[in-house]
């Protein structure tokens, strides 16, 4: 009751303080960040070992095995792990349990795996180890085609241009180009020609690891300068490397253009991407999970001309995926439905009651809570989802039956012929306690959602936080 004396002694006050609300919420629904559903916080972490030519059999027995017991003793707050081996891969997923401190978990796993090198296979190199959550997912991609360029030209040029300048767009994460060939420097060894000359393909190999090399020399000092020296022994050209002597055999020195043909080729293509049955290569584009599709995808849209000026024009870039529109029109749906009830409600109390006042104090008070909400919402780090957007839809309604009787009860005290603050004061007073008492069990209703655990938890508690606040 004190809230409503004080608004009736100070009503510009309270004016002041719903314009307040108003302007901020404004500006927070134009900085909040939007997505289609909540950010889902299930903290990840990958090891992938690499170790070329070895079977998935032994990258379970060598490197699994050794890693998952290291890990278990040293790394904290681990929930689960699963792992996967492929033929020359091993990949290790660690699940951690919710509000661990992901980044001193990281910590762990890179020094224990950096300590388990030196009991594994020589040669085996530190593992990729990657950080994600489920919020990780494509919000874009694109498709890059052309009628003169080939394939090993589409991924070097997705992969060494196009990836590096989307890979600044804030909160977009950018992974290597599927399709294409990615490509190499490839020796073609005669074996018959080899074997002629008394010589093995380590004596190729080692020819070029040790002739294709950059040394420093120092430096010399020629007056009152001082210049820097180095030995450079790596061809510019790829022509020249069949130009490199391997050994000298019967006082005949052979090179490499005697036993082999060094050419300009790609890997293994492990994957084919087809667009209009023309071959292609395709980017992707993930957002990190406390930012903004809307304001990712607004970003790399506005920097694909820039990107594109520094291209071959023969290349054309399609957007073949654009999770956007699926957000913006999935969340206009929702505001429409909300719109539309706020406006009916409206309609049914002017056609009730008969009072354009009564009616404009109800469109205005639901607005009002919602926009608190909203404010409320955004300082917690919550997003704009239809989540969140479900739980303000389902709060109008309640809103309005609230709004409601407290008008209906002060239409009554009126008819009574008592004064208009009387009459204020009285019809609310007299629901005061059962409103508040209503309203209480309907945020009771809500609070078994914040003891769920995993995904449900994440979806769910924003719809809940969203209905109380704006209660």
């Not at 990712?296 to 956007?324: G, H, W, Y």
Request: proline content about 5%; glycine content about 6%; overall charge positive.
């Amino acid at each position: 009751m004190w809230i409503v004396r004080l608004a009736l002694r100070r009503p510009y006050t309270f004016t002041v303080m719903a314009i307040l609300i108003v302007l901020m919420g404004i500006v927070t629904i134009t900085r909040m960040a939007t997505d289609i559903f909540p950010k889902i916080d299930i903290p990840v972490v990958s090891v992938i070992w690499s170790f070329p030519g070895v079977a998935p059999e032994e990258m379970e027995k060598r490197f699994v095995t050794v890693t998952e017991r290291a890990m278990t003793t040293t790394v904290n707050d681990i929930e689960h792990i699963e792992s996967q081996s492929y033929n020359g891969v091993s990949v290790i997923k660690v699940f951690f349990h919710e509000g661990a401190k992901v980044e001193a978990g990281v910590a762990q796993i890179t020094s224990i795996t950096q300590t388990l090198l030196r009991i594994l296979p020589p040669g085996t190199t530190p593992p990729l180890i990657l950080q994600y959550s489920a919020s990780n997912v494509p919000i874009l991609q694109l498709g890059l085609t052309s009628k003169t360029l080939s394939e090993q030209q589409l991924y070097d040029l997705g992969l060494n241009f196009i990836r590096t300048q989307l890979a600044t767009v804030q909160g977009a994460q950018v992974p290597l180009p599927y399709g294409g060939k990615s490509r190499q420097v490839m020796v073609d060894i005669d074996p018959q020609k080899l074997f002629g000359k008394g010589l093995s393909p380590a004596d190729v190999s080692t020819a070029l690891n040790a002739q294709n090399v950059i040394l420093p020399a120092g430096t010399q000092k020629i007056g009152d300068r001082e210049y820097n020296v180095r030995l450079n022994s790596s061809p510019e050209l790829l022509q020249t490397l069949n130009d490199l002597p391997i050994k000298q055999v019967n006082n005949a020195m052979v090179y490499i253009r005697d036993v082999a043909n060094v050419r300009d080729g790609f890997a293994v293509q492990t994957n084919i991407v087809a667009q209009n049955r023309v071959r292609s290569a395709l980017l992707t584009v993930l957002k990190s999970a406390s930012a903004s599709t809307l304001d990712i995808i607004s970003q790399v849209k506005a920097a694909l001309p820039r990107i594109k000026a520094t291209l071959p024009p023969e290349l054309d870039i399609t957007q073949l995926f654009d999770q956007s529109i699926f957000v913006r029109a999935a969340i206009n749906g929702v505001l429409k439905e909300g719109v539309i009830a706020a406006c009916l409600t409206a309609l049914m109390i002017l056609l009730f009651l008969g009072s354009w006042r009564s009616t404009l104090v109800v469109a205005t008070s639901i607005p009002l809570s919602i926009l608190c909400s909203i404010i409320i919402l955004s300082a917690l780090g919550q997003t704009m989802n239809l989540m969140t957007l479900g739980g303000l839809a389902l709060a109008v309604g309640i809103l309005v039956d609230d709004a409601t009787v407290e008008i209906e009860n002060i239409h009554r005290n009126l008819a009574m012929k008592k004064p208009m603050v009387r009459a204020i004061l009285d019809g609310a007073s007299q629901i005061a306690v059962p409103a508040f008492v209503s309203t209480l069990c309907i945020c009771i209703v809500f609070v078994p959602i914040f003891f769920l655990s995993g995904t449900a938890r994440f979806l769910f508690q924003p719809l809940a936080l969203a209905v109380i606040f704006a209660m």
